[in-house]
């Protein structure tokens, strides 16, 4: 075993006599670093950013009829990936403040590109929200005529403060390593952003917990289930991003947190997996009557996202639990099986609580109540009640347009990187 900076790595996954040429290697390309290749990304993300703006305009002038939303499933892929990029926010805040505020051995200083990528993936979320209101002005009315007993209206105020607070943790380590800020007051916002971290993903499981009327969605699991999902694929994100740093020469990483990295996702993964297990006992138990939910799952309209979602977190802890397997490339494929798995793992929730009708007889059933209307309620659920159109994934595009261009200029004009 070699030991190093207090993490225990096995010689299968570090090789002492290839550190120097890493190192060789990585200043090499770190001199290079920024350059064309960098400024073309960045260019190409705004023009996404651009184009899922016009498709934005577009949606506002046609109205939200050009999706595939109707009155029976209300919520589509803007509000699955609202989910989504929560959790990947909120996950990368958590990697990132865990070490500090416990005062424990960190993962190589990489808390600051951590930082700033739930940064990103956060302003993506608040996007989705925006663009699935239907009209700008709605954003207005939300404080303007806001009710504060309802769980909408906590989840907008903790995302906000989430953002800021990000923001402030971020100037916090960049201040701290100036000599600016103390360690006592950066490990004080330390514990703040993970507080606020737990909570915004918290809050956001209530919307659809405290819904009495859906079966998927009203159970007390669906917090920690949430907080646990955003664990693994911001892991995920983290472990993907630090290792393409690290090939180009951003960052000067030891494989030993690399590995560290990896090692942590199969827990979470592992985690994620139990929970989801409870929750599918508890629905599939023949006192419970939940058996259309696991039969939705496993074989029927969303048994592609429910097999993907377990494949992918098995072949992800997989990959991490295996010393031979923890390689770069192979953890970085395992990352984004977790980051795909918990995709589908939000689809299957969002979709999955307008898949199964509330009512027998829901009124009049036209283009304007629901999908694939022409053969009535029955041929409507018979696939998937919800699909999204071309111009919603135009705006989707747009917005993770956004949030890579927000990641890669930060990367290129902000001091992200660790301190020698």
């Given amino acids: 075993m070699t030991e190093l900076n207090n993490v225990a790595v096995s010689d299968d996954d570090f090789n002492p006599a290839a550190a120097p040429k890493a190192r060789e290697t990585a ?70 403040s865990v070490p500090k505020a ?47 007993g309802s769980p909408l209206m906590w989840d907008i105020i903790v995302l906000g403060t989430y953002l800021i607070l990000s923001c402030v ?33 918290s809050v956001t499981a209530w ?18 289930w949430f907080v646990s999902s955003a664990l693994v694929c911001g892991t995920a994100l983290v472990a993907i991003v630090v290792v393409a740093l690290r090939k180009v020469g951003y960052l000067e990483l030891d494989q030993a947190y690399v590995v560290k990295l990896a090692k942590l996702l199969g827990v979470f993964v592992v985690v994620d997996l139990y929970f989801f297990g409870c929750d599918l006992l508890t629905e599939a138990f023949p006192a419970a009557g939940g058996l259309a939910v696991v039969d939705m799952l496993v074989s029927g309209p969303l048994a592609p996202f429910f097999w993907v979602e377990i494949i992918g977190c098995v072949a992800c802890a997989v990959v991490c639990f295996t010393p ?29 609580g307008f898949q199964l009708p509330t009512l027998d007889l829901p009124g009049p059933v036209t283009s304007l109540t629901v999908t694939g209307w022409e053969a009535g309620v ?43």
Avoid at 207 to 224: C, D, N, S
Avoid at 334 to 352: E, P, T
């Fill in 102 to 148: 416990f005062g424990i051995a960190g993962f190589g200083g990489i808390s600051k590109v951590a930082v700033w990528s739930s940064i990103a993936a956060t302003v993506c979320a608040i996007a989705f929200v925006v663009v699935d209101l239907g009209q700008p002005l709605r954003l207005w009315e939300l404080f303007a005529y806001s009710n504060l």
């Fill in 378 to 420: 029955a041929g409507a659920y018979e696939g998937l009640v919800y699909w999204p159109t071309m111009i919603e994934w135009g705006v989707t595009l747009g917005v993770i347009g956004l949030g890579a261009f927000i990641l890669l200029a930060g990367l290129k004009f902000l001091p992200l990187r660790p301190q020698d």
């Fill in 27 to 96: 200043g090499a390309k770190a001199a290079v670093w920024g350059g064309k290749g960098l400024t073309a990304a960045i260019a190409v993300s705004g023009a996404l950013a651009v184009i899922g703006i016009a498709l934005w305009v577009v949606q506002l002038s046609g109205g939200m009829v050009q999706t595939g939303m109707r009155n029976l499933d209300s919520w589509g892929l803007y509000i699955t990936n609202f989910m989504f990029f929560v959790g990947l926010s909120a996950g990368g805040l958590i990697i990132s």
């Fill in 169 to 201: 943790y971020l100037w916090a380590q960049l201040r701290a390593e100036a000599g600016k800020v103390s360690s006592t007051a950066l490990r004080v916002i330390s514990v703040v952003a993970l507080v606020c971290a737990v909570l915004v993903h």
């Fill in 207 to 224: 919307i659809f917990g405290l819904q009495q009327g859906r079966e998927m969605w009203h159970t007390a699991l669906l917090a920690p």
């Fill in 324 to 352: 031979s397997l923890r390689r770069p490339g192979l953890i970085v494929a395992a990352s984004a099986l977790a980051i795909a798995a918990i995709f589908c793992k939000r689809v299957q929730l969002l979709v999955g």
